[in-house]
């Protein structure tokens, strides 16, 4: 059974750190993109972060040079660091995991995303 699950959330000054971190099971992460997309209140879901399985990296623009994407395979854990955090940045952080069709416990799987259940991130003074 495949499960993603964030950590790391929590409330923080401006200016200051964060990192968040994701894990997942069930076999799939290594083969994987994983990103890390956050919705705020009242507004739609943002994709802010990519990794592919060779370590590629995209950001959206208004997180370049502040936030930084990684895993580490040997973990089944991607992470996000972020850094310099504004108020805007404020919102709940979702990780998934693209997963390419695959074999899981002798099942076939086709392409499928699979989320986590996000994580606060609140940035005020």
């Known amino acids: 059974q495949v499960q993603v699950v964030e950590s790391g959330g929590g409330l923080v000054q401006p200016g200051g750190s964060l990192k968040l971190s994701c894990t997942a099971s069930?076999?799939?992460?290594?083969?994987?993109?994983m990103r890390w997309s956050r919705q705020a209140p009242g507004k739609q879901r943002e994709l802010v972060a990519t990794?592919?399985?060779?370590?590629?990296?995209n950001y959206a623009d208004s997180v370049k040079g502040r936030f930084t994407i990684s895993r580490d395979n040997a973990k089944n854990t991607v992470y996000l660091q972020m850094n310099s955090l504004k108020p805007e940045d404020t919102a709940v952080y979702y990780c998934?995991?693209?997963?390419?069709?695959?074999?899981?416990?002798?099942?076939?799987?086709?392409?499928?995303?699979?989320w986590g259940q996000g994580t606060q991130v609140t940035v005020s003074s």
């Open positions: 998934n995991a693209d997963c390419p069709p695959t074999y899981i416990s002798g099942a076939y799987y086709g392409r499928k995303d699979y």
């Open positions: 069930g076999g799939i992460f290594i083969i994987s993109a």
């Open positions: 990794i592919t399985p060779g370590g590629s990296t």
